[in-house]
């Protein structure tokens, strides 16, 4: 099945204007960054988390504590008989006990993946409390997850997908909706 470009609903401004605006408001709904950690979601969602870090360093002039999480075996289709997954490193140096920690990720869809990595969170200790970022959220949800913080709400269709494109690998800061044609 091959993909073809159907709109870009963010450019590389577009972006940037997102996450100044919910790196603002996480700042105000937790009141600061203390005992604030931002964990990211393997791949897109470590970029999104590093920026956002990035900006509330410079905001908050402290540092943010700051970790990379891969949900891979907490899938709840990792036994279906899919082929081998490559599992990634997760990279969580502190204990997340009582910590208000901010998942982000890049694309919200059915809220699978988000499930599977507050699965695996609570491995590393029970925080506080988990918050969700993201910069897209397409609805189409199976489980009721719902994010806190969101760049952009998009209406796709859900035969649609969602590409999210990072300069951190090469290629210029954009959202694309594509649509499958066979």
Same mark, same amino acid.
């Given at each position: 099945?091959?993909?073809?470009?159907?709109?870009?609903?963010?450019?590389? +401004?577009?972006? +940037?204007?997102?996450?100044?605006?919910?790196?603002?408001?996480?700042?105000?709904?937790?009141?600061?960054?203390?005992?604030?950690?931002?964990?990211?979601?393997?791949?897109?969602?470590?970029?999104?988390?590093?920026?956002?870090?990035?900006?509330?360093?410079?905001? +908050? *002039?402290?540092?943010?504590?700051?970790?990379?999480?891969?949900?891979?075996?907490?899938?709840?289709?990792?036994?279906?008989?899919? &082929?081998?997954?490559?599992?990634?490193?997760?990279?969580?140096?502190?204990?997340?006990?009582?910590?208000?920690?901010?998942?982000?990720?890049?694309?919200?869809?059915?809220?699978?993946?988000?499930?599977?990595?507050?699965?695996?969170?609570?491995?590393?200790?029970?925080?506080?409390?988990?918050?969700?970022?993201?910069?897209?959220?397409?609805?189409?949800?199976?489980? &009721?997850?719902?994010?806190?913080?969101?760049? *952009?709400?998009?209406?796709?269709?859900?035969?649609?997908?969602?590409?999210?494109?990072?300069?951190?690998?090469?290629?210029?800061?954009?959202?694309?909706?594509?649509? *499958?044609?066979?």
């Amino acid at each position: 099945m091959r993909l073809k470009e159907k709109e870009t609903v963010m450019d590389g +401004e577009e972006i +940037e204007r997102a996450l100044v605006r919910i790196t603002h408001e996480m700042l105000e709904r937790n009141k600061g960054v203390q005992d604030l950690v931002l964990i990211g979601i393997r791949t897109g969602g470590v970029y999104l988390a590093e920026r956002v870090r990035a900006k509330m360093e410079q905001i +908050e *002039k402290v540092k943010v504590p700051f970790g990379i999480i891969d949900i891979t075996l907490y899938r709840d289709d990792f036994a279906m008989g899919l &082929p081998q997954p490559l599992v990634g490193k997760t990279e969580i140096p502190f204990s997340l006990r009582d910590k208000k920690v901010i998942l982000v990720d890049d694309v919200l869809y059915t809220g699978r993946t988000v499930r599977a990595a507050m699965d695996a969170l609570i491995d590393f200790g029970r925080p506080k409390f988990i918050q969700l970022a993201v910069l897209i959220d397409r609805g189409h949800r199976e489980l &009721p997850i719902q994010a806190d913080y969101v760049g *952009k709400k998009v209406i796709t269709a859900p035969q649609d997908d969602v590409m999210v494109s990072f300069h951190e690998v090469g290629d210029p800061d954009r959202v694309v909706i594509q649509e *499958k044609i066979p």
